[in-house]
């Protein structure tokens, strides 16, 4: 499956974003992760089926879900700070006979203004 991540761009502090991360048929877990500058990428939140995680860092601000009809999972970013400026991945896994096979989209970035 390929996967389109977009809805990155100029945020301002305090305020909100929503990433969408669109694939090209059905999906079921998807991860989003992030990668701040000069630093390694990290784990956001998770969604599959309708069970969710987060990082502690997004709980009660960050809201993962998912929309089948459009094979789009949304990541809704409330109360951004500027250390929040990051590029954002969406990644879609699924294990077939024992074997974990990932998708990864191209990346948004999001910039978040003081």
């Known amino acids: 499956v390929q996967l389109q991540a977009y809805g990155g761009g100029l945020g301002q502090a305090g305020g909100y974003l929503t990433l969408a991360c669109a694939a090209s048929g059905s999906i079921d877990a998807v991860d989003w992760y992030r990668q701040r500058p000069g630093t390694r990428r990290e784990w956001v939140a998770s969604i599959s089926g309708t069970s969710t995680n987060y990082h502690d860092y997004a709980k009660g601000r960050f809201t993962i879900f998912r929309d089948n009809a459009k094979n789009t999972v949304y990541l809704q970013m409330n109360s951004l700070n500027p250390d929040e400026t990051a590029t954002y991945y969406c990644?879609?896994?699924?294990?077939?006979?024992?074997?974990?096979?990932?998708?990864w989209g191209q990346g948004t970035l999001v910039t978040v203004s003081s």
């Open positions: 990644s879609a896994h699924e294990w077939r006979d024992g074997v974990r096979y990932e998708s």
